[in-house]
């Protein structure tokens, strides 16, 4: 069998006026992330760790910008492009793993509905998709609330 591992790294803008969703759960908050997609920061990390398990480069280059296909884009569905290309592969997801670093609003409440709208998109079990949330004590860009960052990893096998 073999492994392969992934890692992936996004932060976005808060900005009034955009929807906050991370994981493909909306939350309630004043401030959203300001993308071209939907900013899904959680599952735009989670897409690069996937694609640099396979060295297949990077969200950018997969669902460039500028694309007006993109505009406002569920990330979700990017998502399940991506695990589509995995597994034409011939690879499988062990496990993903990733954490939010937040200064608000508290994800904790919602990371179980995360984690099932991520497994479901990925065609894995939840305990197959872990989703960590911090703040950054109030230092740099996510602890003055200026951005939501997102630091993830995959693991992938090949039976
Ligand atoms: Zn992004």
Request: proline share 7%.
């Amino acid at each position: 069998m073999q492994l392969r591992i992934g890692n992936g790294y996004d932060i976005h803008r808060l900005v009034p006026g955009r929807p906050l969703i991370l994981g493909g759960v909306r939350l309630e908050h004043p401030l959203g992330l300001d993308g071209h997609s939907d900013a899904d920061v959680l599952v735009h990390a989670l897409i690069d760790a996937l694609l640099g398990a396979l060295s297949l480069g990077d969200i950018g280059g997969h669902f460039p910008p500028e694309d007006p296909r993109w505009k406002d884009a569920d990330s979700l569905e990017l998502l399940a492009q991506v695990i589509a290309l995995v597994r034409e592969r011939g690879w499988e997801v062990v496990n993903v793993d990733a954490v939010v670093v937040a200064e608000r609003p508290r994800l904790k409440p919602r990371i179980e509905a995360m984690r099932a709208s991520i497994a479901a998109r990925l065609g894995v079990e939840p305990d197959q998709v872990g989703v960590k949330a911090t703040t950054n004590e109030g230092l740099g860009p996510t602890g003055r609330e200026e951005g939501i960052a997102c630091h993830a990893v995959a693991l992938l096998q090949k039976p």
